[in-house]
């Protein structure tokens, strides 16, 4: 069963994911500490990529593939056909800076889909991010949401300018959906629809 939920014209739906996530080669990691604590998230544009991995990291040959921003930033030669024909995305961490990204590509609406991988559900700079592709960027297609991604975070990602969410392998997609509905009416303006509450509804006099 696939865990991957799109929105198309509003209209939420558990479908098969036609995309492949490339991902790093796994790289044994110190914990940090900070007076006394773990850090649990890494700081916003920390390098945590290294060149060994960005080597190894095994891209396919073929299909629709989605790399991480530093594969692709490294080794755009490699894919710039694939890029052409509109089979490439890309992926990127919370902690990575969009500027690495818009500094590479000229014009970020020739990916079909740009991915936001969440470490741990706590971490909420995915919803910073997705508004400022959306808002700020002028991203228009496929925004997915993926890792560590659960039901109660779904409802906050669509107002965020997701429409794709990847629900954590250990969690039933079809259950998250409910998710997106949990509220009604938002007072707040967002990403899905800028206006605030007050200028949403009109009270009789």
């Known amino acids: 069963m ?3 939920i799109s ?6 739906s558990v479908v098969q994911d036609e995309w ?4 790093l080669p796994e790289v044994q990691v110190e914990a940090r500490k900070q007076a006394g604590k ?6 916003t544009g920390e390098n945590s990529v290294s060149a060994s991995q960005i080597a ?8 629709k593939i989605i790399l991480p921003l530093r594969v692709f930033i490294e080794r755009h030669s490699e894919i710039a056909n694939r ?3 509109s089979e490439v995305g890309v992926w990127l961490a919370t902690h990575e800076s969009l500027d690495d990204l ?9 990916f079909p889909i740009v991915a936001i991988f ?3 559900f706590a971490d909420g700079r995915i919803f910073s991010l997705g508004n400022l592709l959306r808002s700020r960027y002028g991203f228009k297609n496929e925004l997915r949401a993926f890792g560590d991604v659960l039901r109660d975070q779904l409802f906050f990602l669509k107002r965020s300018g997701f429409n794709s969410f990847a629900v954590r392998a250990d969690r039933s997609a079809k259950d998250a959906i409910a998710g997106l509905h949990d509220f009604s009416r938002p007072y707040q303006g967002a990403v899905d629809d800028a206006r605030p509450a007050f200028n949403r509804y009109h009270r009789g006099t």
């Open 83 to 85: 890029v052409a024909q």
């Open 20 to 23: 492949t996530w490339v991902k």
């Open 38 to 43: 773990v850090v649990l998230f890494k700081l």
């Open 7 to 12: 929105l198309q014209n509003d209209s939420p």
């Open 118 to 120: 969440v470490e741990r």
């Open 2 to 4: 696939s865990n991957l």
């Open 102 to 110: 818009l500094k590479n590509q000229n014009d970020i609406n020739e």
């Open 56 to 63: 190894d990291t095994v891209i396919p040959a073929s299909g």
